[in-house]
C-alpha cells in the first residue's frame, strides 16, 4: 500500500506539464512534414502522424501525438544543422503533445482539386472533408497552449488568415512562432515573412530537409514551456 | 453581370450583436454582393466567420475572400480597435496584393 501512496505523491509533485502545441497555416504550408519530423526524432522514426503530399488539404482531420520529449541535450544527428552551442542547456527540454491540423482557408472549391486529376466525385468529397477540417482546426484552438504557425517562405505570407490567426492568439494571451518553412527552396523569403510579422518571432526552417529544426526546438523550448 | 458593393457605416455594425454582424455579412457576400465594414471585424469574428462560411460552401458557394487592416491597440491595450474589413465572394473577388495601408482587389464577374 505505501507503494502505491508514495508512488502516487511523486506522480503528483513531479508531474510533468505536458503543453498541447497545435501547428497550424494555410494548406500546403508544409505543417504534416513538419509534425513527422518532430515525431521521428523524439519519439519514433517508424511512427507518421500523418501523409504529406503536393495536393492542399491533404490533412482533414486533426492528429494529435502525446507524450513528445524534446531533448536537446541529445545529440539530434539526424539533423542537418551542426548542434547550437549557445542553447541552454536548462532550457532545453519540453514536453509537448503535437496537433497536427488542417490548413486554414476561407475557400475550398472542389473544382481545384479536380485539377489534380481527382475525377468530380472524389474532388466534391474532398472538398467537404476539407471545409470539416477547417472547422475542426478552429475549435481546436480553444484547447491549445501554444501555437507554431507555418508558412511558406515562398508565398506572400500578409495574409488575411495569417494575420487572424495571430490576432487570435494575441487576444487569448497564448504564445506564437512563426516557422518559416520551405528555406531550401530557391526563391524563398523568410525575410519577407519577418517584414511583414516584424513583432513577432520567425524562424527560418526546412521542414523537409532538416535546415535550422534545432533553432526552432529551442525556440519552442523557450516560449512554450 | 452587376456586381453590387455594400458600405456599412460603423453606426449600422454598433448597432448588431457579432452573430448578428457575421449572418449579414455572409448573407451578402452569399448573395454575391461585395460588403466593406467600416470599423471592421475583430480578430474572434473572423475566424468566426470563417467557420460559419465552412458550414455554407457548396458547389455555387465556394466560399470568401477576405481582407482588412488588423486592429490597433486602443486604451492601455484593453480594446483593439478594428479598422477596416473587406468580404467579397471568393468566385468573383481576389485580393491581389495587401500591405500595411493598401489593399487591391480585383472583382470579376467571369
Ligand atoms: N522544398 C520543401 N518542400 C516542403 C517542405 N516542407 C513541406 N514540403 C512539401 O510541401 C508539400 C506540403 O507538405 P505537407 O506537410 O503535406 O503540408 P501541410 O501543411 O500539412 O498541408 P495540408 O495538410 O494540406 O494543410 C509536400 O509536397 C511537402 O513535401 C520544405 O521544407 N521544403
Ligand atoms: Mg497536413
Redesign the interface.
Given at each position: 500500500m505505501k507503494g502505491v501512496f508514495s508512488r502516487l505523491l511523486m506522480a503528483l509533485l513531479f508531474k510533468k506539464k505536458r503543453v498541447k502545441i497545435g501547428i497550424y497555416g494555410p494548406p500546403n504550408a508544409g505543417k504534416t512534414t513538419l509534425a513527422n519530423r518532430i515525431v521521428h526524432t523524439f519519439v519514433d522514426e517508424e511512427d507518421d502522424v500523418g501523409v504529406s503530399t503536393e495536393v492542399p488539404h491533404e490533412t482533414r482531420r486533426v492528429v494529435k501525438r502525446e507524450g513528445v520529449n524534446i531533448d536537446l541535450t541529445k545529440n539530434l544527428s539526424q539533423d542537418n544543422t551542426a548542434s547550437n552551442p549557445k542553447t541552454k542547456r536548462s532550457k532545453a527540454k519540453l514536453a509537448l503533445d503535437v496537433v497536427d491540423t488542417p490548413g486554414?482557408?476561407?475557400?475550398?472549391?472542389?473544382r481545384d482539386f479536380m485539377a489534380y486529376g481527382m475525377d468530380e466525385e472524389v474532388a466534391?468529397r474532398r472538398?467537404k472533408e476539407a471545409?470539416?477540417g477547417?472547422?475542426e482546426a478552429?475549435k481546436w484552438?480553444d484547447d491549445i497552449d501554444g501555437v507554431l504557425l507555418l508558412m511558406d517562405s515562398t508565398e506572400?505570407p500578409?495574409?488575411?488568415?495569417n494575420?487572424?490567426?495571430?490576432?487570435?492568439m494575441?487576444?487569448r494571451g497564448i504564445p506564437v512562432i512563426i516557422a518559416a518553412n520551405k528555406v531550401d527552396l530557391p526563391d524563398s523569403s523568410p525575410q519577407r515573412i519577418k517584414n511583414a510579422f516584424p513583432q513577432h518571432q520567425v524562424v527560418p526552417i526546412s521542414a523537409l530537409k532538416g535546415d535550422n529544426i534545432e533553432a526552432l526546438y529551442g525556440e519552442m523550448a523557450k516560449a512554450f514551456r | 453581370m452587376q456586381i453590387e458593393m455594400r458600405l456599412i457605416s460603423k453606426d449600422k455594425m454598433e448597432s448588431m450583436s457579432s452573430m448578428e454582424k457575421l449572418r449579414f455579412v455572409l448573407d451578402g457576400v452569399k448573395s454575391g454582393n461585395i460588403v466593406v465594414l467600416e470599423g471592421g471585424l475583430?480578430?474572434?469574428e473572423?475566424?468566426k466567420l470563417?467557420?460559419l462560411?465552412?458550414?455554407e460552401?457548396s458547389?455555387d458557394f465556394?466560399?470568401?475572400?477576405?481582407?482588412?487592416y488588423?486592429?490597433k491597440s486602443g486604451f492601455l491595450n484593453l480594446r483593439?480597435k478594428t479598422r477596416l474589413t473587406v468580404v467579397g465572394p471568393?468566385?468573383t473577388m481576389k485580393?491581389i496584393k495587401?500591405?500595411k495601408d493598401l489593399i487591391s482587389a480585383i472583382i470579376s464577374s467571369t
Open positions: 486554414l482557408a476561407t475557400k475550398i472549391d472542389f466534391k472538398a471545409t470539416e477547417v472547422i478552429i484552438l506572400d500578409y495574409t488575411q488568415t494575420v487572424i490567426i495571430i490576432g487570435n494575441e487576444a | 475583430t480578430s474572434e473572423q475566424m470563417i467557420e462560411t465552412m458550414i460552401v458547389e465556394p466560399g470568401i475572400e477576405m481582407s482588412g488588423p486592429s483593439k471568393a468566385n485580393t495587401k500591405g
